[in-house]
Antibody, heavy 122, light 108 residues
Framework: QVQLVQSGGEVKKPGASVKVSCKAS??????????MFWVRQAPGQGLEWMGT????????NYAPKFQDRVALTSDTSTDTVYMELTRLRSEDTAFYYC?????????????WGQGTLVTVSS | ETVLMQSPATLSLSPGERATLSCRAS???????FAWYQQKPGQAPRLLIY???SRATGIPDRFSGSGSGTDFTLTINTLEPEDFAFYFC?????????FGGGTKVEIK
């Protein structure tokens, strides 16, 4: 069955960077039918899309809010995608989720990772 | 950016009742490009509905979606104890992808 397993929680200081991984099983990231996106959820808040990546090609598009601070990458040899967020600030404290979506333009998330809590604190 | 406003913020109902959740978009969204998710505390979102009215795999038929243009609805017929949770809508027609602020369905 499809599973997305994310890396564990992180505690970072303001100004640092964080890199969260998301390992897929039950399907392969080389499959051209699938993209992956990342969203975040601050405590008690709603969901905020950060960006979407085509794991097969490595190309990504980002939400304007995160354009200059986020990078999505993929390693199809290990079926893993990564989200790196730089220049962290306290407002970046949130759960970060990866999700599988379709490459056909219907970008809903049909399977989700368990979430990774990133805490930014001095 | 398409802003999605969900109402009500909280819905207090008893098991067995019907829940009607609303999501209003700031601009028209094509019916193929609208989804609903359920999220329970400490868990990731779970896809319920995509394409406005198509149920995701394994979703019971007491969940149904409807709507068009700027107004979309998620209906849960005969609430079960496991249905008390948060619900989010999403549009995926235009970038950036956007989500509503959520509706909490709580036990009355």
């Amino acid at each position: 069955q499809v599973q997305l397993v994310q890396s564990g929680g992180e505690v970072k200081k303001p100004g640092a960077s964080v890199k969260v991984s998301c390992k897929a099983s039950g399907f392969t990231l080389s499959d051209y039918n699938y993209f992956m996106f990342w969203v975040r959820q601050a405590p008690g808040q709603g969901l905020e899309w950060m960006g979407t990546i085509s794991p097969r090609s490595g190309s990504a598009n980002y939400a304007p809010k995160f354009q200059d601070r986020v990078a999505l990458t993929s390693d199809t040899s290990t079926d893993t995608v990564y989200m790196e967020l730089t220049r962290l600030r306290s407002e970046d404290t949130a759960f970060y989720y990866c999700a599988r979506t379709l490459s056909s333009g219907y970008y809903y998330g049909d399977f989700w990772g368990q979430g990774t809590l990133v805490t930014v604190s001095s | 950016e398409t802003v999605l406003m969900q109402s009500p913020a909280t819905l207090s109902l008893s098991p067995g009742e019907r829940a009607t959740l609303s999501c209003r978009a700031s601009q028209s969204v094509g019916s193929n490009y609208f989804a609903w998710y359920q999220q329970k505390p400490g868990q990731a979102p779970r896809l319920l509905i995509y394409g406005t009215s198509s149920r995701a795999t394994g979703i019971p038929d007491r969940f149904s979606g409807s709507g068009s243009g700027t107004d979309f609805t998620l209906t849960i017929n005969t609430l079960e104890p496991e249905d008390f949770a948060f619900y989010f809508c999403q549009q995926y027609e235009s970038s950036p992808l956007t989500f509503g602020g959520g509706t909490k369905v709580e036990i009355k």
